[in-house]
C-alpha cells in the first residue's frame, strides 16, 4: 500500500475566530487529496461515461493540534480496498513533521440512482498498484 501526499496551503478564509483551521475545513483537503490521488480525469470519466460516482458514508477525525493561516500541509492518504464495495482512506494531516489530524474516511461507489455498486475494476487497479 503506498501513501500520496497533497499540498495545502492554508490562507485566511480557512481559519476560524480562534485563528485555527475550522474543524470542517479538513475534510475539503481530504478530499482534494483523494481526488489528487484517484486521478481528477478518472472520477469525471466515471461518472459522465459509467454513471458511477464515489460518496462518504463514514469518517472519524481526531484533533491533535491545530493549523494556522501561513501553514503550509501535507495531506498524506493511504487508501486500502477493504471489500469491491468500499475502499477506506488512512488520511493524515503533517506540518512539519508534526502530525496535527488523523481521519479514516470510508467511501462506497454508487449509481445515478444512488444505488450501491461494486467499484470500477481502474479504481481498484490504481489503488493496488498503489495510486
Request: proline residues 3%.
Amino acid at each position: 500500500m503506498t501513501t500520496a501526499t497533497f499540498p495545502v496551503q492554508i490562507y485566511y478564509e480557512d481559519t476560524d475566530h480562534s485563528g485555527l483551521v475550522y474543524h470542517a475545513n479538513y475534510l475539503k483537503y481530504f478530499e482534494r487529496a483523494r481526488e489528487h490521488l484517484l486521478g481528477v480525469e478518472e472520477l469525471v470519466r466515471l461518472l459522465h461515461q459509467d454513471g458511477v460516482g464515489f460518496v462518504v458514508y463514514k469518517c472519524e477525525l481526531t484533533f491533535k493540534q491545530g493549523a494556522v493561516f501561513g501553514d503550509t500541509l501535507e495531506i498524506r492518504s493511504t487508501p486500502r480496498m477493504e471489500s469491491g464495495f468500499r475502499i477506506v482512506f488512512q488520511q493524515d494531516v503533517w506540518r512539519r513533521g508534526e502530525l496535527l489530524v488523523q481521519g479514516v474516511v470510508h467511501m462506497v461507489c454508487v449509481d445515478a440512482n444512488k444505488k450501491l455498486v461494486p467499484i470500477p475494476k481502474s479504481v481498484i487497479d490504481r489503488v493496488q498498484a498503489g495510486a
